[in-house]
DNA sequence: TTGTTATATATCGTGGTTCAAGGTATAATT
DNA sequence: AATTATACCTTGAACCACGATATATAACAA
């Protein structure tokens, strides 16, 4: 009874969290603001995408938590664990591979 | 009640379609086929997304479908509309943006 | 003081895409 | 005779991502 993979374009909201992390650690508001700005507002991701991820990744050892209290207010910040740096190597080939192939498609010139 | 918007890596398999059909009319096996060959086996589109998106898209009025017997099998041909040159344009345009905002988070130097 | 905006976390319900699997049928190969 | 390739199609479910909602503090305006 069907386990299905995953749908081929998922995945990148994890891939842009992980590779954010692996410059240095950030909390969760700081994630989504900073995706905000660097894709000039293209891509936004709402805090129910975000948290989840977040919680997941931790879940799944990819992440560490360490809550720190900044101004009276907590915030938990995530850094990647080598289990985690694996997985974004992974994502990393994965949207490559897939981009690529998306690519090939669209620049193809009607070859018989 | 929310209706939601569909989520924004999606629309993949409709723009690889439309762009195929372009070029030439094709018919939905076809289509499976020339994917997989395109993309040397990294975007497998099965039957269960091909045919629908194809039935979709000629109910928007972007598609024109022609039927057609080879070889005593039934083939239903499928080319554009200007409508659908247009929806083509538009996802396209698409494409480009959130696979740039993709890439500008990936290549993202830690800047502050 | 009251209201709104920004910060910061979290969950929930649901909607829509994509998926594998199944179903029909003819032609070609083994 | 059986299997593979061609060719169409539908269905049920999985899963991600979405908007909405909730809570709470700080800053700023009116």
Not at 47 to 54: C, D, N, R, S
Not at 75 to 91: D, I, P
């Amino acid at each position: 009874m069907g386990q299905s993979n995953p749908p081929f374009m998922t995945g990148v909201p994890e891939l842009l969290v992980l590779r954010l992390l692996a410059e240095r650690e950030m909390y969760g508001y700081e994630l989504a603001r900073r995706i905000r700005l660097v894709t000039d507002d293209v891509i936004r991701l709402g805090e129910g995408v975000i948290y989840p991820a977040l919680h997941g990744l931790e879940a799944a050892g990819a992440l560490k938590a360490r809550r720190k209290t900044v101004n009276g207010r907590t915030r938990v910040y995530y850094r990647l664990t080598s289990k985690g740096r694996r997985r974004l190597e992974r994502l990393l080939a994965d949207w490559e591979r897939v981009s690529t192939g998306v690519e090939a498609v669209l620049e193809e010139p009607a070859g018989a």
